[in-house]
């Protein structure tokens, strides 16, 4: 079957990179870098050494083991300097002949590369009427042949790399050897991550600092429109016109134990379990003695917050949702009109933004290209942006205005949980920063609220103790076809969280609604035995919203659904109606979100395994999406 460009676009996910040079045997050290990464996902893998003057390489589709077959047959030459690649397709199916790295005809340049290179199909019959024949469907390779054919004509390996650079339209990471560059390794990116691991008589280049993070966990940033060349004992840092650019060097402080999966069967559950210390850690320190929240990291002044008018919440997926939580409180406790984007429709409506907008976007990875574009065209229309990002040092946070990281640590599964809760903590400290610089919040009031969010930690860990029912029921229920969530309120994104991690790790057909709109269409969906998950607010103040949603659940119920209530301890009122119920300890309704999403995570997760799937890896899809 032959599969359109747009698939393959949207298949696009990012690569793992690896470049190495020093003095350990540089196809080791690529491989467990390679490893480290395989957690993005990827379709085939390949490496290349500089070994005695010329260029080793081997590569296969599919996954590493299947490199490392090649290899076992096939032996590389000893060699310090080399690369190495993990690719998801987009430009050629997944095979070994488009695999990277890609070589020139003369065998005299290796590169790699992450991204798109949107004039390739201008480049490549421009080098097919110079006589180049290409050998592989990939943007990629029109890049190894210009390199080359720059280093030919007399250039030096870092300043071929930038005349290249200068000539390619769309997102790319490359990185580059020369058989006649013993000592060296090229790297330049533009709307792509790369940053350089900085060892003692070795360097790194990669897409994450995982590849070298065994090694040193001293990094340097390269930001967009750069190009850095390694050697063993140097990083030279210029711009595309060869200008040497200020260094920004970093120390990593998580370890490599924080990417292993300490003994849990999938990532996924490692960090579902890790979500009462992470949103725990994103509170800490924001307090000062006076009592006062402060946020450190903000960068906007007081008076400038004091401006806004508007705020525009705009992330992605999961992010997204939490953002469609936090408009709940922002406008509750700021009064300031909040309204939620998809990064991938906002720059697309013409929407009114201005120099009174505060933009939020929100960006687990910090690297999603559709949010990381609505960015841009945020900042073009003079609002301000303030980013909230679990990534240090990720592209995101780098251009916005100011940034809140969440501190959930990495975050491996390609489903994402407790990034959610800890984006939803970090928009809600925003919230009551608004609130108590704006004074629409008295100083007690705020200081009730983080009282409460620090209540938080002990409860989810409550809720996580009573999941064995959860997993239970999601191993009974492995061969439905279909699973419905509702929810009011802030139920409504947890519901369609909770839609969204079945769909995407269980491939179940699964949605999520806002309960009152049950009646206007989607209660049709409802058929004996169907499974539908009712998130259940508080009945302790907001009494009407509670009411109404026990109405939804009769309603489903009546028409023969099987139902799975959320509900808080004490609460009688759903007990007639529930199949199923799953207690979550009393909280305000507002921060309920962080407690009714854990039991949608872990059904997602445990669905996904009984139905035999790869619950860290899903198929079609990994954890950064760097294409729009
Ligand atoms: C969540 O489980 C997803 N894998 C996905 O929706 C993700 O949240 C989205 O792609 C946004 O990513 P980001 O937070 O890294 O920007």
């Not at 769309?170 to 020369?178: C, S």
């Not at 620090?454 to 959860?470: G, H, T």
Request: proline share 4%.
């Amino acid at each position: 079957m032959r599969v359109g460009r747009a698939l393959w676009r949207t298949l696009c996910r990012v690569c793992g990179i690896v470049g190495y040079v020093g003095e350990q045997p540089a196809l080791d050290v690529v491989l467990e870098g390679l490893r480290r990464l395989e957690y993005r996902g990827y379709d085939s893998a390949g490496v290349a050494l500089v070994a005695d003057g010329a260029l080793a390489s081997a590569k296969a589709a599919g996954k590493l083991a299947n490199l490392e077959k090649v290899l076992s047959g096939d032996p590389m030459p000893a060699a310090t300097t080399g690369l190495g690649h993990t690719r998801w397709a987009t430009h050629g199916p997944p095979t070994d002949r488009n695999a990277h790295p890609h070589l020139d005809r003369a065998g005299q340049v290796a590169l790699i590369h992450n991204g798109i290179i949107e004039n390739f199909a201008v480049l490549r019959r421009e080098l097919e009427a110079a006589g180049v024949t290409l050998v592989s469907d990939t943007d990629t390779e029109v890049a190894a042949h210009l390199l080359a054919a720059e280093v030919a004509a007399g250039a030096e390996l870092a300043d071929a790399l930038r005349r290249v650079c200068r000539r390619l339209d769309g997102a790319f990471t490359l990185v580059a050897v020369h058989a006649g560059s013993p000592d060296r390794v090229v790297a330049a990116r533009r709307n792509s991550p790369l940053v350089v691991g900085l060892g003692d008589g070795e360097n790194f280049v990669a897409s994450d600092v995982a590849a070298f993070i065994a090694h040193t966990r001293d990094a340097l940033e390269v930001g967009d429109g750069q190009v850095v060349e390694i050697t063993p004992d140097s990083v030279t840092l210029t711009d595309f016109e060869g200008d040497p650019v200020e260094e920004k060097r970093y120390h990593v402080d998580w370890d490599i134990s924080a990417a292993q999966k300490d003994g849990y069967d999938f990532f996924m559950l490692k960090e579902i379990a890790e979500q009462p210390k992470a949103v725990a850690d994103t509170l800490l320190g924001r307090v000062d003695e006076a009592g006062n929240l402060t946020l450190d990291e903000m960068r906007l002044s007081d008076d400038e917050l004091r401006d806004i008018d508007k705020i525009i919440i705009i992330a992605a997926g999961t992010s997204y949702y939490a953002g469609l939580v936090a408009k709940y409180a922002i406008e509750h406790w700021t009064r300031i009109p909040c309204e939620v984007e998809l990064a991938s429709e906002f720059r697309y409506r013409d929407p009114i933004v201005g120099r009174r907008t505060l933009v939020v976007v929100i960006s687990q990875s910090g690297e999603t290209m559709d949010t990381l574009m609505a960015l841009r065209h945020a900042r073009e229309q003079g609002a301000r942006v303030l980013a909230i990002c679990n990534t240090n040092g990720a592209t995101i946070p780098r251009e916005s205005d100011a940034v809140l990281y969440t501190r959930a640590g990495i975050e491996v599964a390609v489903a994402s949980t407790k990034a959610f809760l800890t984006q939803i903590v970090a928009c809600y400290l925003v919230a009551l920063y608004l609130g108590q610089i704006r004074g629409t919040k008295w100083g007690d009031e705020i200081a009730a609220v983080l009282r409460d969010l620090s209540a938080m930690p002990p409860k989810i860990a409550e809720v996580l103790r009573a999941m064995d029912p959860v997993r239970e029921l999601a191993r009974s229920l492995a061969s439905t076809t279909s699973v419905l969530f509702l929810g009011r309120h802030v139920g409504y994104p947890v519901a369609l969280e909770g839609a969204l991690k079945l769909k995407e790790i269980a491939y179940m057909h699964a949605e999520g609604f806002a309960a009152g709109e049950l009646k206007h269409g989607p209660i049709a969906l409802v058929e004996q035995d169907v499974p539908v998950f009712v998130v259940v607010p508080s009945p302790r103040g907001r009494s009407v919203l509670h009411d109404k949603i026990v109405s939804n659940i009769q309603e489903v119920r009546a028409r023969g659904a099987r139902t799975i209530v959320i509900a808080e301890e004490g609460d009688e009122a759903v007990v007639p109606y529930a199949d199923h119920i799953v207690r979550v300890p009393q909280c305000p309704t507002l921060l309920q979100p962080l407690l009714a999403v854990v039991p949608l995570q872990v059904f997602a997760c445990e669905m996904a395994a009984a139905r035999g799937f790869d619950v860290d890896q899903p198929r079609n899809l990994a954890k950064s999406v760097t294409v729009e």
